[in-house]
């Protein structure tokens, strides 16, 4: 399966701009060339936000009706072309063939809700007689757009995370700067293609490619920049935080999902969701689980299968149909993956499935007895690696679930209500899914996380709470009258 390489430009300002600097876009799975992209320089990035600028009055003064009509559009020609947008999806980043279908899917989705949500942006009216001596006002609030977002998106979901965005801030009639992560910024160009076509007026979206290292402060920096809604990892979203002054932020950042299994779980579905949560994208997911509490009298029964499970996993050629776990997104970050794992080995844990690298590949691995102090048990690995944990109780399941910097969503596999609810009440999370994996998302819903796992939520109407500010009218009467 090959794509053309044409050597793609960046939209500024409603123009697609080329530039001699180019940033090469590669395979991970076989490190071949696939296409390039500009390196836009920091003048690049200037002249984008200057032009992002008069891009909001115009995106502001869009009807709805039309706002509506422009992604409705988009999505519709998304789902015309959604093998090439799949295929793009599964050479540029590290997802299956069949993962990416998936991706495209939602994406239109994501576009069609941003169109219905676009009609329901409205305030209230308020009672403003409610404190003595305003008897003679009226009025109300109302949303109005922040004016300029800037968008910094990771590799992982390259077009429906870039989605996340861009529907949100045209249905509330921002302008929005897309800067795409440097490993895949082909979804995202693909995506203004799509809006172009649409008739998206010029200025309005902005798909500038480089590197965050060398253009990301002039943009976070910007005062014409209102807000940046960021995804991407803790260590990005810390430094985006401090540089970032006085403007909106939202922040999808990284977890390690848990996921608890109780004696009195269906052990098959706890089984299938928990093994697909733990490697689906070769666990490159914010909500992949990466720690499984399992209560002990299910154990060891719960182990052999997830261990049989694991091993039906055929790792490969992501374009293959019968893959399930493609590679990392880079030999780099298989490596770091090998080493935590390593690391935690030294520290005795044992692998019971998996363990091994090859190139960017890295097997589904299953690690029981990972003590505490490792950086598996701590941090996110961002790869296919999972622990697994015997406890006592649901008490002590919800304690070491909760002993991390970080809080996104998670999982409970029970029958009883009353250990739903302990578990709903106690876990310290931005979503719970009851007899499910951490690994549940709608684009509907509202997604985001606490501790070190961001600020703010996604999902389409939460996002464009977060991409306006609220106004408030208020009439005062003649009270002659
Ligand atoms: P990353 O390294 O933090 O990069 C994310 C984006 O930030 C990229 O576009 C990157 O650009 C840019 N960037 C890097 N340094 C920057 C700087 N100094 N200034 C401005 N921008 C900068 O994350 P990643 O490796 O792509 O993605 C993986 C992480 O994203 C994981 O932690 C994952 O959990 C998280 N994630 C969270 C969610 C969620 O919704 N909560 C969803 C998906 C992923 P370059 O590519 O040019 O470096």
Not at 48 to 58: L, N
Not at 320 to 328: C, H, L, R
Request: charged share 25%; glycine share 10%; proline share 4%.
């Amino acid at each position: 399966m090959k794509m053309q390489m044409v050597g793609q430009k960046m939209l500024i300002g409603g123009e697609w701009i080329g530039r001699e600097n180019k940033i090469e876009v590669r395979n991970p799975q076989d490190n071949r060339l696939i296409d390039t992209v500009p390196a836009a320089s920091k003048e690049d990035m200037l002249y984008t936000i200057e032009s992002a600028r008069q891009g909001a009055e115009i995106s502001a003064n869009l009807a709805t009706h039309e706002r509506m009509r422009i992604l409705n559009k988009a999505a519709s020609l998304i789902l015309d072309r959604s093998e090439s947008f799949a295929r793009t999806i599964a050479l540029e980043g590290s997802k299956t063939i069949r993962e990416a279908r998936k991706e495209v899917k939602r994406c239109a989705e994501t576009l069609k809700l941003s169109a219905e949500e676009a009609r329901r942006i409205h305030g209230e009216t308020i009672p403003f007689d409610q404190t003595a001596g305003n008897e003679q006002r009226v009025g109300y609030y109302y949303r109005f757009p922040v004016g300029v977002v800037a968008a910094i998106t990771p590799f992982n979901d390259p077009l429906n995370l870039v989605a996340h965005k861009v529907g949100p801030a045209i249905a509330s009639g921002n302008a929005i700067i897309v800067k795409p992560a440097t490993l895949t910024p082909l979804s995202a160009i693909e995506l203004a293609k799509v809006f172009v076509e649409a008739g998206l007026p010029k200025k309005v979206l902005s798909v500038i490619t480089g590197k965050g290292s060398e253009i990301g402060d002039t943009l976070i920096e910007s005062k014409d920049v209102r807000m940046i809604s960021f995804t991407g990892g803790l260590e990005t979203g810390e430094d985006i935080a401090k540089k970032a002054g006085i403007k909106k932020i939202a922040m999808e950042l990284g977890s390690n999902s848990p996921t608890i299994i109780l004696n009195d779980a269906n052990l098959e579905q706890a089984v299938d969701a928990t093994v697909s949560g733990a490697f689906s994208a070769a666990g490159q997911n914010c909500i992949g689980v990466q720690r499984v509490y399992i209560e002990e009298g299910i154990y060891d029964h719960f182990i052999g299968q997830f261990v049989e499970r694991t091993k039906q996993y055929k790792v490969g050629d992501k374009l293959s149909e019968n893959t399930d776990v493609g590679p990392m997104i880079a030999e780099k970050e298989a490596i770091r993956v090998e080493q935590w794992v390593e690391e935690a080995v030294r520290y005795g844990a044992n692998i019971v499935a998996g363990g091994k690298r090859d190139g960017a590949f890295y097997e589904p691995t299953v690690l029981t007895n990972v003590p505490e102090e490792c950086r598996l048990a701590r941090e996110e690995i961002f790869g296919p690696v999972v622990l697994l944990y015997p406890v006592r109780s649901l008490n002590e399941a919800i304690e070491r679930s909760n002993q991390v910097n970080y809080g996104l969503q998670a999982g409970i596999f029970t029958t009883a209500i009353d250990q739903a609810f302990a578990a709903i009440q106690q876990l310290g999370v931005g979503g719970i899914m009851i007899n499910d994996s951490s690994d549940f998302r709608i684009d509907a819903m509202p997604f985001g996380g606490i501790k070190g796992s961001g600020l703010g939520r996604e999902g389409v109407k939460y996002s464009i709470e977060e991409m306006t500010e609220p106004k408030v009218v208020c009439f005062k009467l003649n009270s002659s009258q």
